[in-house]
């Protein structure tokens, strides 16, 4: 729609002959609402702007109009272009707050009790979106939420064909009253990251459930690699508008960007279950394109390794794949992975513990991100060497060491000859490595751990972190041509 100035505006009123002092309020109010200076829903009262780095802030005015910010004794002022868009970039500012932040054009927009300190996207399925309220311990748990330093900012469930430049949403301050509808995972891993750095932490909740991990990619990245040709082909036919490629990131994840973040937390892959191979590509992709479209290079991308649970229906293997899917992803740099298989329900896809899944999440962040020292994760497989009939494993972040976290004998080890044939094997802890043995083995080629979607292994490192279930052989995997 064109807008034309007042002048014109009462001139072709005069011309009509229907002049009036109504009708003049009426072309003014008009002529000014189209021309208000206005914010993406991300930034409102009670927002955590990012610390310690610049703070991109844009929006929308009329084409040409001077726009100017204002936020802690900082003043940055843009034109906006011809299509009604501006953004100015402030300097970063350490953390603390609350401040009051302005920004004015042919109005004026003032947002209140504004902290800077640390942004984290939370994102993914129906464990990320799981609610406070239906965790372990809730009605304590939520009676302690007062944390006038932690805010969430969480997304209405959208799905676009289209990128969009604005979402619905709202920042809440963490109170009782407010936290039991924050997404647990994220409520907890802000609260840890709140108690040991003593700073604001915000939460942008992104979540959906049921989502694919192609849902939360861009378009861009999915037709760049021909792997996904069929994710793209079957895009108007899937059953479900939030499962589209790049249908959440069209309207869940866009318009949160280029927002000043620290870094993501991710908790998805149970949708993509029967693709598990397909996933070690496709995660890897989705996690680059994220860190692509945001423009802050390689920010901490930190995720959690599927719980067990007996997915009736599906090959027992195809959650392992899936696993070892997730595990290949920290090949890339600054990527961190909460190992679950302790703290799962057999019973329920969504266990109720979330409190040690955000501990997790949060101990890879104080470790990678803000250089604690503390061990950040359980054993991770690293090689193997071949004994006569035994095979020695050795792995990294032993945490001090390696034990049994029930104190029985390790659990859920087998052991293969070149037949492939895996048969259940006994493993013993010598020092920093595993042992692992069957007699009806005399050759031994390979070893799986907790290789099946039931399993609740018990090879933990002294802080008490879980290993990741793991196999040690490139053989074929169930689930390698589906796509």
Not at 343 to 372: F, M
């Amino acid at each position: 729609m064109i807008i034309f100035p007042l002048q014109q505006r009462l001139a072709t009123i005069r011309y009509h002959g229907i002049f009036s002092i109504a009708t003049i309020i009426i072309a003014w109010l008009s002529v000014t609402a189209n021309a208000e200076v206005r914010l993406p829903s991300v930034f409102d009262d009670h927002m955590v702007l990012q610390r310690d780095q610049a703070i991109p802030i844009w929006g929308w005015a009329d084409a040409g109009e001077k726009v100017v910010v204002e936020l802690a004794s900082q003043r940055a002022e843009t034109t906006a272009d011809a299509n009604g868009q501006w953004r100015v970039k402030l300097d970063a500012l350490p953390a603390g707050g609350p401040h009051k932040m302005v920004v004015a054009g042919g109005n004026r927009v003032t947002l209140e009790d504004v902290l800077i300190g640390e942004v984290w996207v939370c994102s993914g399925q129906s464990n990320m979106q799981f609610t406070l309220r239906s965790t372990f311990h809730s009605s304590v748990e939520i009676a302690a939420a007062l944390q006038p330093k932690l805010r969430m900012f969480t997304v209405k469930r959208v799905p676009r064909d289209t990128s969009q430049d604005n979402c619905e949403g709202s920042w809440a301050v963490c109170t009782p009253e407010t936290a039991g509808n924050f997404s647990a995972v994220g409520y907890y891993f802000a609260r840890n990251l709140i108690g040991e750095l003593k700073v604001p932490v915000g939460m942008l909740h992104t979540s959906w459930g049921g989502t694919l991990c192609e849902a939360w990619t861009s378009d861009e990245a999915l037709k760049a690699n021909g792997d996904f040709q069929a994710i793209l082909d079957r895009r108007a036919t899937i059953k479900g508008a939030q499962n589209r490629a790049s249908a959440l990131f069209n309207g869940m994840l866009k318009p949160l960007i280029p927002y000043a973040i620290r870094g993501a937390i991710w908790y998805q892959g149970e949708s993509n279950l029967s693709r598990a191979y397909q996933y070690r590509t496709l995660f890897p992709t989705m996690i680059q394109d994220w860190r692509k479209q945001w423009g802050q290079g390689d920010f901490p991308f930190l995720f959690v390794q599927l719980a067990p649970f007996r997915y009736n229906g599906q090959d027992q293997r195809n959650c392992a794949e899936l696993w070892e899917a997730q595990s290949k992803t920290l090949s890339l740099p600054n990527t961190g992975m909460a190992v679950t298989v302790d703290i799962g329900n057999l019973r329920d896809i969504h266990p109720k513990n979330k409190q040690d899944v955000g501990r997790r999440l949060a101990r890879w962040a104080l470790a990678g991100t803000y250089g604690k020292q503390i061990e950040c994760s359980g054993p991770l497989y690293q090689s193997l060497q071949v004994e006569g009939d035994t095979i020695r494993l050795t792995f990294d972040h032993l945490g001090g060491g390696l034990s049994s976290r029930d104190g029985k004998p390790l659990t859920d080890f087998t052991i293969a000859g070149k037949d492939q044939q895996f048969l259940p094997a006994t493993a013993v802890v010598d020092g920093d490595q595993v042992v692992v043995h069957s007699p009806a083995v005399a050759q031994p080629a390979a070893v799986r751990y907790g290789w099946y979607d039931s399993a609740q292994p018990n090879l933990i490192n002294k802080a008490g972190l879980p290993a990741s279930p793991f196999r040690t052989d490139d053989w074929p995997a169930v689930t390698k041509n589906n796509q």
